[in-house]
C-alpha cells in the first residue's frame, strides 16, 4: 500500500473479493435489484422475535454465505471488520461472537460499508492477513426506532425523506486472486455545511460526497470517464441531484448514466412510494455494490467502478440539542479481474 | 477541504468555494416542494371525515343506548380510540397518516396512535422499562403543554372573565 495525494491509498498487490453476499428483506426483493440478491426473506421480522436480533441475523446470515462463496471456512477467516447504526454498533459485535474471527467494530453511519471494506484491503495488501471479511447491516424498524419515531407512529414524512433498507451485505477480500478486485480507497473528511434536517439527509450528505469525489481524481490523477460506474452510497433523489450540480460547478462533469445513487437504484420509487426520496441506511451500499455490482463486474458489463459510501454522523441527541449533521464519505475503486492498470 | 471557522464551515471543491449561505441556496434549490394547498385539503377530507364518524358514533349511542349527548360522549372517545389502537397495531394508521397528515394526527384517534405505537415499539425491553416508562415518549408532550395551558387559560378566566360560565 502507499500513499498517492492526500487521502488515497493504492492497493499496490490489488487484494481481490473473492466472496460476497447481499442478503435483504421483503421489500428490497420486490425491487428492481431482486434477482440480484442472494437471499431474501420474505417477512420483516427475519424470523426473530426482536428488530434488533432480526438485524444481527441478517448479517450472520450474510457473513455465512459469503465464506461460502468465497470458497473458505470460519475458522480460515483471520480478520473481520463490521459495523451498523444501532448504539454501540450492537448488530455486527453481536454477530462477531458467531463469526469468531478476531474482530475490528467500525462506525461510519452508512458510510460503513466502504469503510469497512478499504479497511480490510489495507489488511490485506500490507500482509496482515490472506482472508478479512467486511460487512455491515441495517434493519427499517430498529434505525427508525432509534433515530426517528416508533414504526408504527403516524407522523407524514417529507418529500425529502429516506427510507432505510432491511439487509446486510458482506464481501471476503483476499490475497488469492478469484474476483473482483479492489485497487483504490479515498477517505473522507468530515463535511458539515449546516443541515440539521435529519429529513433531509441527502441534502446533509452531498457535499461530503462530492468533496470524496474530487479529491479522488485530485489525488489519483483519474478522470471520470476512467470508470463506468461512480455510484453514491444512499443520497437519494435529492441529494443525487444536489451532487451533480456541486461536481458541476467544481468543473467534474458526468452524464446522469455514469453517476448514479444506490438508494435509488434499490427501490421502485414509482411501485414502491413508501421509499420516498430513495433507500439508505448502512445496508443500502452495501446490498446494491456485495449484490448487484459485484455480479455485473464478473459478467463483464462492468470494468471499473468507484462506490462512494455516505455517512451522516449524528445521533438522535445532537439532533435534538439543535446540531448540524457531519456527515462523510468514502470512495473505493473495484475493477474486474482482467482490467489493465 | 473543510475549515469550521466563526462565520460556518466552507466546502472546497477545486477552485470552487463555498459557505454555509451558498450551500443552503443550492440544497434549497434542489428541495421538493411540498403542495400545501393539496396537504391541507387532504387534512381536512380525512379529518373531517373522522369527525363525521365519531359523530355518527355519538348519535347511535343517543339512539340506541337512550344517553344525552354529554352522557355518550365518554363512550364515543373510548370507541375512536380503541378504532385507532386496533388500525395501529395492524399497520395501517401510519399508512393512512401518510396520505392524510395532519388529518390523522390531530384528532383523538392520533394521540391513541402515538400511545400504541410507542408501546409497541417497547414491547422488547418488557414491561416496565419498555411499555411503561416509553408508553407517553410521544403523548408525554401533549400532556405536559396541554395541562400547562389549561392552567394559562384558567388564570386568564379567573382575571378577565368574572361573571363567564363555570
Redesign the interface.
Known sequence: MRLTGSQTWVFESKPAIIGASAVVGPEEGQGPLAGDFDFVYDNLEIDEKTWEKAERKLMEHASALALTHAGISRADLQFFIGGDLMNQIISSTFAARRIGAPYLGVFGACSTSMESLALAALIVDAGGADYALAGTASHNCTVEKQFRYPTEYGAQKPLTAQYTITGSGTAVVSSRAGGPRVTHATIGRIQDLGVKDPFNMGAAMAPAAADTIVAHFRDTGRVPEDYDLIVTGDLASVGHSIVLDLLNRAGVTMSETVLNDCGLMIYDRDKQPFAMAGGSGCGCSAVVTYGHILKKIKKGELNRVLVVATGALLSPLSYQQGESIPCIAHAVALESEEAKA | ??T?TKS??R?R????S?T?KD??E??D??????NIFV?CLKAFLSGGLICLIGQCIQQLFMSYAGMTSKEASSPTVAVLIIISVIL??F?V??K???W???G??VPVT?FA??M???A??SK?EGLVLGVGANMF??AGSVIVFGVVAAFVVGLVHVIFGLGGVH
Not at chain 2, 471543491?13 to 470552487?16: A, D, E, F, R
Not at chain 2, 434549490?29 to 411540498?34: E, F, L
Open positions: 477541504m473543510p469550521k460556518g464551515a466546502l471543491l477545486n477552485s470552487v463555498l454555509e450551500y443552503k443550492i440544497a434549490k434542489h428541495k421538493p416542494k411540498p396537504n395501529t397495531s399497520g394508521y401510519d393512512i397518516a401518510q392524510a397528515g395532519a390523522s394526527a392520533g396512535n402515538s400504541c405505537s410507542s409497541l415499539e422488547a415518549k410521544l
